[in-house]
Nanobody, 121 residues
Framework: QVRLQESGPGLVKSSQTVSLICLVS??????????WSWFRQPPGKGLEWIGS???????TYSSSLEIRTSITRDTSKNHFTLQLRDLAPEDTGMYFC?????????????WGQGTQVTVSS
């Protein structure tokens, strides 16, 4: 059973940088054919994909967030990290990590419970 657990500071100030960690257990971030993603959901809005890092360490980002986003991984700790820079109150929301598969129709099969990020002005 794969489990993902997000962690982060919770409350941050505008213009600062937040780093969130997604700890993976029951599976490896280097397992072939899988990728690991970050999503967010602002209050009252839908889910937004932020970016992904695949089993080889290749990253892809949402074009709207790319300039402020970095996703990295630590294979020794089996976790991956989201860094979002120059925060604004509009970045407030629940942030989720998830595992996706390159296989057609597989989609995202495991999700974390989410971590709240609140950006104060």
């Amino acid at each position: 059973q794969v489990r993902l657990q997000e962690s982060g500071p919770g409350l941050v100030k505008s213009s600062q940088t937040v780093s969130l960690i997604c700890l993976v257990s029951g599976g490896s971030v280097t397992t072939e054919y899988y990728y690991w993603s970050w999503f967010r959901q602002p209050p009252g809005k839908g889910l937004e994909w932020i970016g992904s890092i695949n089993y080889a360490g290749t990253t892809t980002y949402s074009s709207s967030l790319e300039i402020r986003t970095s996703i990295t991984r630590d294979t020794s700790k089996n976790h991956f990290t989201l860094q979002l820079r120059d925060l604004a109150p509009e970045d407030t929301g629940m942030y989720f990590c998830a595992r996706g598969s390159v296989f057609p129709s597989a989609g995202y099969d495991y999700w974390g419970q989410g971590t709240q990020v609140t950006v104060s002005s």
